[in-house]
């Protein structure tokens, strides 16, 4: 079985290394390449890629596969073998069912939309990319043809993202969310709005990026094994478990913006950063899901990174850093500033509270979409009428609606946004049982270390990377399935008092939440 084993990492390790290499040209692409590589650089990345997707798709691993499968068997339950043999059996599986004829035809028809997205969002030109994301819809239908056994078209695509979860689980669980958060967000709409003017000071970017730097060294971001560079649209990325890579992008005119896309960025990266280094080279080198991921991300930005105990450190330094913004301003009028919340029309620009609804709009739609109950001709017109009903708004052109979001038009339509939401729950469900585990987080936090904290994750989360599944890890390191009671107690106890909402404005919690 050891040989056996031994030939299958051998194997697995070079569909790794051409994967990280294939993101490494990525990560060039989109931040210092110059623009006559453009044409080159396709082209390099479409090669690697396919090379990375036929070492992988290699005959020899489905056989190995079938060799060690039996053997598997009588491995003890937690074993790293019978795990590793497990999730390349599913990821082996998924990548084989699909004819690479199609996966190129997909992928030169996904590279053509996202060239003509971004020339279509900045014109508010919906009718010129309509046709094409027409095209992707069926495409997208196609694909979850070669998954047959699934409820609904759009399982195969968030089964890809979030393993285990199906439009079945995530439906009700939405619906639950919807109806704890829409009292919330109603009762602060009620309220005057609050005034987040210190924040669109004129800022150097160099302060900027210093100041989210520091945080995230104290966070923990490895800096011997990754760095930060500036983009377009900020990402995480890695090229091995020794180099785990972000990017954030900076406005002059905001304050806050680079801060807080960094310490998103590093949420992801510090995950990455403490998968177990044996798990190299293997499947398990990864996240285990998007939902687990996002938790990670939005767990530094909006637990730590917005709360009260956090500024009461940092406040201080920040207002070194821009004194000419902030000299006069307290820590409570920047630390409402930072939390404002107020219906809006971009999801990436939106507050924790309304933040969710935004994304149950789109996981809605592109299930209407690929159901073909919802035609791509009437798209707008639906994602209008959402925004008008679940948010109170409605955008004045395609290009703050239908067009903001790169996903149905940089990828497939299915599956894309999901994990959004999980995470936000996950984040808090985790948190809680951190806090519970280790009471110093909190005192901690106010000291601007996070030691606890950290150490808590790395333990419960990042050094499984994808060994366990979103719901194992998730019962293992909370004693329960996913839950989205603790996320409406944790939004309920910080908004609560920011807005002074009284405790009959929350409306009933779901049951069974
Ligand atoms: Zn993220």
């Known amino acids: 079985m050891r040989e056996a084993l031994d030939q299958l990492k051998q194997r697995l390790f070079e569909a790794y290394d051409l994967a990280m290499v294939r993101s490494l040209l990525n990560w060039d692409q989109t931040t210092y390449m110059p623009k006559g590589g453009a044409p080159a650089r396709g082209r390099q990345i479409s090669l690697i890629g396919r090379r990375a997707h036929e070492a992988f798709t290699h005959v020899e691993i489905g056989r190995l596969l079938d060799q060690l499968e039996p053997l598997a068997a009588s491995l003890p339950p937690d074993s790293d073998d019978a795990a590793l043999i497990k999730v390349t059996r599913r990821e082996y599986d998924r990548a084989t069912r699909v004819p690479s004829s199609f996966v190129a035809e997909m992928s030169q028809h996904v590279a053509a939309t996202y060239q003509a997205w971004t020339v279509a969002r900045p014109a508010n030109d919906f009718a010129s990319i309509r046709p094409m994301l027409e095209h992707t819809v069926e495409l997208s239908r196609k694909y979850a043809d070669f998954f047959p056994g699934w ?163 940092f406040y201080p330094k920040i207002q070194a850093s821009f004194p000419a913004a902030l000299r006069d301003v307290s820590v409570d009028t920047f630390y409402r500033a930072i939390n404002k919340v107020e219906p809006s029309l971009v999801r990436t620009d939106a507050d924790e509270v309304t933040y969710n609804l935004h994304v149950m709009i789109r996981f809605d739609l592109e299930i209407q979409l690929l159901e073909g109950k919802l035609a791509v001709a009437d798209l707008p017109e639906a994602w209008n009428a959402r925004y008008k009903s679940d948010l109170g708004v409605q955008a004045p052109d395609h290009r703050d609606g239908v067009l903001q979001d790169v996903h149905w038009y940089g990828g497939h339509v299915g599956g894309a946004f999901q994990g959004y939401t999980l995470g936000n729950i996950l984040s808090a469900q985790l948190f809680r049982a951190a806090v519970m585990a280790k009471p110093s987080i909190q005192s901690e936090t106010r000291e601007g270390t996070f030691e606890s904290l950290r150490g808590w994750l790395r333990e419960n989360v990042h050094q499984h990377g994808a060994k366990y599944t979103a719901d194992e890890l998730t019962r293992r390191a909370t004693g329960g399935p996913l839950a989205i009671e603790p996320y409406l107690d944790y939004l309920w106890d910080k908004y609560a008092p920011l807005y002074g909402l009284k405790a009959g404005e929350r409306g009933a919690v779901p049951a069974g939440a």
């Open 151 to 313: 409820k609904n078209v759009a399982d195969p695509f968030i089964d890809h993202d979030d393993h285990g979860m199906t439009v079945a689980t995530i439906r009700p669980l939405f619906d639950s969310l919807r109806k704890g958060l829409v009292p919330i967000v109603q009762a602060i709409a009620a309220k005057p709005p609050t005034d987040d003017s210190c924040l669109r000071h004129t800022a150097p970017i160099e302060a900027q990026l210093a100041f989210g730097l520091d945080v995230i060294r104290r966070f923990g971001y490895d800096f011997e094994r990754g760095r930060q560079d500036l983009t377009h649209h900020p990402f995480m990325t890695k090229f091995s478990l020794g180099d785990v890579r972000i990017t954030t992008r900076s406005r002059e005119n905001d304050l806050t913006d680079s801060l807080f896309s960094t310490l998103h960025e590093a949420g992801h990266a510090m995950y990455e950063q403490g998968i177990r280094r044996d798990f190299e080279g293997t499947p398990l080198a990864n996240g285990t899901s998007a939902g687990v991921h996002e938790s990670q991300s939005r767990m530094w930005e909006n637990l730590i990174g917005r709360s009260r105990p956090f500024w009461e450190h």
